[in-house]
T-cell receptor, first 113, second 114 residues
Framework: GESVGLHLPTLSVQEGDNSIINCAYSNSASDYFIWYKQESGKGPQFIID?????DKRQGQRVTVLLNKTVKHLSLQIAATQPGDSAVYFC????????????FGRGTSLIVHP | SQTIHQWPATLVQPVGSPLSLECTVE??????LYWYRQAAGRGLQLLFYSVGIGQISSEVPQNLSASRPQDRQFILSSKKLLLSDSGFYLC?????????????FGPGTRLTVT
């Protein structure tokens, strides 16, 4: 989409703080959402996913919240560590088993020790 | 377990030269395959995807092309590179058998066109 040409927004936090990364999606029919983490010079890696019949899902130090009313997705990272510094992307899969995900713009998380 | 390989890892090519980037997947069969490009500090741009051998769909018209000669091999090519082709190229696959599932990305190829 058009967002791929824009610079990534940046979130700077102190080590030990909680981080919240937000993502807005456009397709109200999307039924599956994923968060990816991309470290510098590497490919994105899966962090956590959530289906549209849920509004919250927890993993190890990460929580994803889904608000379908306002089409908003967030990733919360507890006790952020320097190793969490990366770019985080949200992605949505369209309904009906679409195999073409739509990626969000991405957010660069910088963790200061 | 499944793995995805890309090569080369880095490439410096002059303007006007040809390009061939290769991606192979191991440990799965009949995957969906994808090529993305990522400019520095930018998001992911889907270039091509394939649901099977010889089946290629293009998302962005440009001087790049893709081919899938084998089930688990995806190739990105160009006859004449442009400066604007510089970027980080990522290959990815998904399991076609899952209605919902994540994409698995390769390590990427850093292309610099000079």
């Amino acid at each position: 989409g058009e967002s791929v040409g824009l610079h990534l927004p940046t979130l700077s936090v102190q080590e030990g703080d909680n981080s919240i990364i937000n993502c807005a999606y456009s397709n109200s029919a999307s039924d599956y959402f994923i968060w990816y983490k991309q470290e510098s010079g590497k490919g994105p890696q899966f962090i956590i996913d959530i289906r549209s019949n849920m509004d919250k899902r927890q993993g190890q130090r990460v929580t994803v919240l889904l608000n379908k009313t306002v089409k908003h997705l967030s990733l919360q990272i507890a006790a952020t560590q320097p190793g969490d510094s990366a770019v985080y992307f949200c992605a949505e899969n369209g309904s009906g088993g679409s195999y073409i995900p739509t990626f969000g713009r991405g957010t660069s998380l910088i963790v200061h020790p | 377990s499944q793995t995805i390989h890309q090569w080369p890892a880095t490439l410096v090519q002059p303007v006007g030269s040809p390009l061939s980037l290769e991606c192979t997947v191991e440990g799965t069969s009949n995957p969906n395959l994808y090529w993305y490009r990522q400019a520095a500090g930018r998001g992911l741009q889907l270039l091509f995807y394939s649901v099977g051998i010889g089946q290629i769909s293009s998302e962005v018209p440009q001087n790049l092309s893709a081919s899938r000669p084998q089930d688990r091999q995806f190739i990105l090519s160009s006859k004449k590179l442009l400066l604007s082709d510089s970027g980080f190229y990522l290959c990815a696959w998904t399991n076609k058998g899952l209605a919902q599932g994540e994409q698995y990305f390769g390590p990427g190829t850093r292309l610099t066109v000079t």
